[in-house]
Nanobody, 121 residues
Framework: VQLQASGGGLVQPGGSLRLSCAAS????????MGWHRQRPGKQRELVAG???????NYADSVKGRFTLSRDNAKNTLYLQMNSLKPEDTAVYYCNAVIRPYGSDGAAFSYWGNGTQVTVSS
């Protein structure tokens, strides 16, 4: 099982970006998916998460600006980030709890590669 994150970049304050996280490989089912971020000098923190079938939660700092969506057919999670602020600058990581084929019901936590988001004028 692999998670591939993409979509980061440089954007001006007030701008938007959309991050994608695609799960591939021996994916039988996905329990939860989410985005975390690590800002410079800070610990990694949860930004937003989604639990099957469609229960979402967001960090207070991003509520009303960030929106999660999920394409179950593609095993892909999206994070639409609007009204970006300089303090959103961070490396963003996707995480998923996945039950692989042949795991006898066991589910495991997987992390994707980080994608850099820089908000600066």
């Amino acid at each position: 099982v692999q998670l591939q994150a993409s979509g980061g970049g440089l954007v001006q304050p007030g701008g938007s970006l959309r991050l994608s996280c695609a799960a591939s490989g021996s994916v039988f089912s996905i329990n939860t998916m989410g985005w975390h971020r690590q800002r410079p000098g800070k610990q990694r923190e949860l930004v937003a998460g989604i639990r099957s079938p469609s229960s979402t939660n967001y960090a207070d700092s991003v509520k009303g600006r960030f929106t999660l969506s999920r394409d179950n057919a593609k095993n892909t999670l999206y994070l639409q980030m609007n009204s970006l602020k300089p303090e959103d600058t961070a490396v963003y990581y996707c995480n998923a709890v996945i039950r692989p084929y042949g795991s006898d019901g066991a589910a495991f936590s997987y992390w994707g590669n980080g994608t850099q988001v820089t908000v600066s004028s």
